[in-house]
């Protein structure tokens, strides 16, 4: 199994420009989630999503937006990217369980380290 | 703001000792959870403890949990190189759905 693919690895935008991040798990997950990790900071949430068709705001949704078309699949959309946006992002999933998704461990992706210039 | 704050910072030490990471956080929780980064890699899960839990054991990792103090700490015993990376401490509260991550500890150990 191959778990959660992030894709791309690697990007540098110029301001302004938009792009997609791809989130892809093989586990069957219900519940999906992007992060951002900055230096000398842990993971923040963007957003998330409970199951298909579904997403919902985290911690730093602002500059940001989400689909999630297919169960397997949850989508991190930048529509004008912003220096601030430079960063490492992180999708993570997890199962279904009692008392809400946070209470399950979450399987991350390597990331995607992304520049904006 | 960050929920969970980790401590020390960074933490190096040698081969074969004990490694000692802390979490203090600042609201209620409905569990805490630890995970381990390697560098250049995604966050990996170590263990998870219930806020009706006091202690855990995983192999060489001890958790233990004090909701009077809102803190939490993790041992490693018999420290190995390959335990060189970043571990961060993780909580949810109860009302809130995400779970907060703290900034992490960076641990070194030293062949």
């Known amino acids: 199994n191959a778990g959660v693919t992030q894709t791309p690895k690697f990007r540098v935008l110029k301001t302004g420009q938009s792009m997609t991040l791809l989130c892809a798990q093989d586990m069957n997950h219900e519940y999906m989630y992007w992060y951002r990790q900055d230096p000398g900071m842990g993971l923040r949430l963007i957003h998330y999503?409970?199951?298909?068709?579904?997403?919902a705001k985290g911690e730093v949704p602002d500059g940001y937006n989400v689909s999630r078309l297919k169960k397997q699949n949850f989508l991190l959309g930048l529509e004008s990217a912003a220096p601030s946006q430079t960063s490492v992002y992180f999708c993570?999933?997890?199962?279904?369980?009692?008392?809400?998704?946070?209470?399950?461990?979450?399987?991350f992706g390597d990331g995607t380290r992304l520049s904006i210039l | 703001s960050q929920q969970g704050e980790e401590d020390p910072q960074a933490l190096s030490i040698q081969e074969g000792e004990n490694a000692t990471m802390n979490c203090s956080y600042k609201t209620s929780i409905n569990n805490l959870q630890w995970y381990r980064q390697n560098s250049g890699r995604g966050l990996v899960h170590l263990i998870l403890?219930?806020?009706?839990?006091r202690e855990k054991h995983s192999g060489r990792l001890r958790v233990t949990l004090d909701t009077s103090k809102k803190s939490s700490s993790l041992l490693i015993t018999a420290s190995r190189a390959a335990d060189t990376a970043s571990y961060f401490c993780?909580?949810?509260?109860?009302?809130?759905?995400?779970?907060?991550f703290g900034a992490g500890t960076r641990l070194t150990v030293k062949p």
């Open positions: 999503s409970v199951g298909e068709g579904t997403t």
């Open positions: 993780a909580s949810g509260a109860p009302g809130n759905n995400d779970m907060r």
């Open positions: 993570a999933s997890s199962s279904t369980g009692t008392g809400g998704f946070r209470n399950q461990p979450q399987h």
């Open positions: 403890i219930r806020s009706n839990e």
